[in-house]
């Protein structure tokens, strides 16, 4: 059976954050001021998201969803189970919760859109190279900004293909890495998002960290991946050694200021949907509505100045063009 609704939060973690009727509270940053009440199953999709061409021109649109719903996204349960329970994990559990949370950091939106929009600047880049170059036409006299006002769309394959790269990246942290789960004892509950892997660097001030930009290869990392509205696993460097003789190590947190910005994060983190078990984190959504995290070097080109790393910041989404 083709599947056509691509969920790229598992169904399995959103359930984690339903209120007592079943139902999340979903904020859309498009519309902050119209949140809705969802079923898991309602959200954190897009249609044919996974869909792969084939050689006769059909597309596969089963293969990829049903890997990770298969191979990855069944283990969660058990994993969130033990989780909050305190119970050890051994090193197999470990393995496929770095998994779990790794995939979580490159199939959403934020991650795939990043891609394309880094693509979509190069390709632009070498037009524009091109046109001073004298190795293309000049725009037309009557148009004579022609160029700069193009948009280019990248084929969302590049995308998904990429998606393997993210990754072993992203598991590179594992090596260096040790993880806690922070057990939320106030009465403010955890928020999660459609993008809830949150890295950055604790040593910046929150006003000017950069979503996944770390100081240096050595530098202090803080990684944030809600578990349900009453626990989280963070995750740092300064505890990896710890962590390597024994275990995962769990935290009890009283205070609602730590917990509040947790929350902040996690909101200004969001790409689109801000997602939690009630409304009262609401606030959140209208403060940061316009925020989500975009590639900065892929916004306003400047000639012959384009070398560099990827540079994240936090802004507004750049209208994404069509493909296709």
């Known amino acids: 059976m083709t599947r056509k609704k691509h969920h790229y939060v598992p169904v399995t973690y959103l359930e984690g954050f339903t209120g007592v009727d079943g139902f999340l509270w979903v904020g859309r940053k498009d519309d902050p001021e119209n949140p809705l009440r969802m079923k898991p199953k309602e959200t954190a999709f897009r249609n044919y998201y996974y869909s792969q061409p084939l050689p006769d021109g059909d597309y596969d649109n089963d293969q990829l969803e049903e890997f990770f719903s298969d191979a990855v996204e069944t283990n969660w349960n058990g994993l969130r189970s033990k989780l909050i329970n305190k119970e050890k994990l051994v090193v197999d559990e470990i393995i496929m919760l770095w998994q779990f949370i790794g995939l979580q950091r490159v ?43 193009l948009t280019i769309a990248v084929d969302p394959q590049q995308s998904i293909l990429a998606m393997a790269d993210l990754l072993t990246g992203f598991l590179e942290l594992a090596s260096v890495t040790g993880l806690e789960v922070i057990h939320n004892e106030t009465s403010v509950p955890l928020i999660t998002s459609d993008n ?17 930009v770390v100081s240096s290869p ?17 995750g740092s460097r300064g505890i990896f050694d710890r962590v390597a003789k024994r275990g995962i190590k769990h935290t009890s947190v009283k205070d609602e200021g730590y917990i509040r910005r947790v929350n902040r994060l996690s909101a200004k983190f969001a790409y689109e949907l801000i997602i939690g078990c009630d409304s009262s ?27 560099g790393p990827l540079i994240m910041a936090f802004g507004e989404r750049p209208k994404k063009p069509k493909w296709g």
């Open 281 to 307: 984190q609401s606030g959140l959504l209208r403060t940061y509505a316009s925020v989500s995290p975009v590639l900065q070097n892929a916004v306003g080109w400047v000639p012959r100045k384009i070398n």
């Open 218 to 234: 050595n530098g202090a990392i803080e990684l944030l991946f809600p578990i349900n509205p009453r626990a989280l696993i963070r």
């Open 107 to 149: 199939r959403v939106p934020a991650a795939r859109d990043m891609i394309e929009s880094y693509l979509a600047h190069n390709a632009m880049v070498k037009f524009k190279d091109l046109e001073q170059s004298g190795q293309i036409p000049p725009p037309p006299v009557e148009i004579p900004d022609l160029i700069d006002k």
């Open 196 to 212: 809830p892997v949150a890295i950055f660097d604790p040593t910046v001030n929150e006003k000017s960290l950069r979503p996944y």
